[in-house]
């Protein structure tokens, strides 16, 4: 066997499309791109999207538009990838992480409530695996805690409230409650990176609500301002016949999606429901097959009454197990062909965030959920073999350990 962990699913049409605008002679941000944004803002119920050429840069950028900066708290989990965290950072603000819940991948609502001051100015939650936050409860800890908000600038004013900003790199097409993802935050940034559901090579967009304080046209007018050195006319503007005069409003950014990547969007918006039809067949014989070992294993419930995941990670954990184990059971399935990964490695543990001085033993239960977990190969090019071979092979492992092999004690 030889299972990747997670291949772009790129077909012929893919290729098409590229070849087309590869002959069109326009290669950057232009008439493709255009297009791809308002497809997505159509997909998410929503006026408008920007693309750019990462969910980062989508995070980074929606911090700025806000104004958010030095002086300023931000709240993110430290359950999550350095992205919705580092963004913090390179604005100048505060990072404040807060631990996952117990036995769950996702923040911690009752630490965000205990977490916010007058300093704060938004909250980055994060849809991990594809299963969207619980949004509710998270708008319900902003309410109730509104009595401390202190708006610096004049967007700030007009939400009189902390800003939702949604981490959905992993989320687009999954479901909360009747909306689908980029709907129900305030802001949602979404990743097209090649390990997504979705890809562009590289690439993400934000979209954002409709707030009645603010014109959707002049949002995006500033998030273009933002993402192409603050410039007055982008390239397409610029290009036609006599309209080479532009303006730099202010010092801004090189962060805009090329028609490149967005062709390759285009299509894959185009095969998307497939995709994600494919994605729920495969959590759900992974499901099936690690029903039988519900002693021995716990995963993520990607399904519900109230939210539908865009399935784009299958986390599974090792009940009563530990990191060692784990980590020789990753090594065991790549000597059998099957490439794993571990979602996440929380932030204090990596040394970017020690400097910081944040300390893993301040987030056990996000240490908890790390130290057995192991994310198991999920991708529309996955067979059906191959899934019963890598459920097959983990209860292998497991049923060794069930005779007689004994686990390591862990400490931090």
Known sequence: MNIPFSPPDISQKEIEEVVNTLKSGWLTTGPKTKEFENLIASYCSVEKAVAM???????????????????DEVITTAYTYTASASVIHHVGAKIVLVDSAKNSYHIDYDAVADAITEKTKAIIPVDIAGVMCDYDKLYEVIESKKNLYR??????????????????????????????????????????????????????????????????EDIYKQFMLLILHGQSKDALAKNQLGSWEYDILL??????????????GIVQLNRYPDLLKR?????ERY?????????EVDVLNHYSLESSSSGHLYLLRIKNSNSEFRDNLIQELAKEGIATNVHYKPLPMLTAYKKLGFKIEDFPNAYNMFKTEITLPLHTLLKNEEIDFIIYMIGKRLKKVMNGEKNVQETY
């Not at 050429?53 to 002086?71: D, K």
């Not at 990176?193 to 090579?201: E, I």
């Not at 994605?279 to 959590?283: M, S």
């Open 279 to 283: 994605r729920k067949e495969i959590i």
């Open 287 to 295: 499901d099936k097959g690690f029903k039988e070992m519900k002693k």
């Open 151 to 216: 708006p610096n600038n004049e967007i700030q004013r007009a939400y009189d409230r902390i800003v939702v900003i949604a981490d959905a790199a992993h989320s687009f097409g999954a479901t909360y409650k009747g909306k689908i993802s980029g709907e129900v935050a305030d802001f949602t940034c979404f990743s097209f990176h090649a390990v997504k559901n979705l890809t562009t090579a590289e690439g993400g967009a934000v979209t954002w609500r409709n707030n009645l304080n603010f014109n959707n």
């Open 53 to 71: 050429n990462s969910a980062t840069a989508c995070l980074e950028m929606t911090l700025r538009l806000l104004g958010i900066g030095e002086g």
């Open 251 to 264: 010092p801004g950014y090189k962060f805009n999606m090329t028609d490149i990547m967005a062709s390759i």
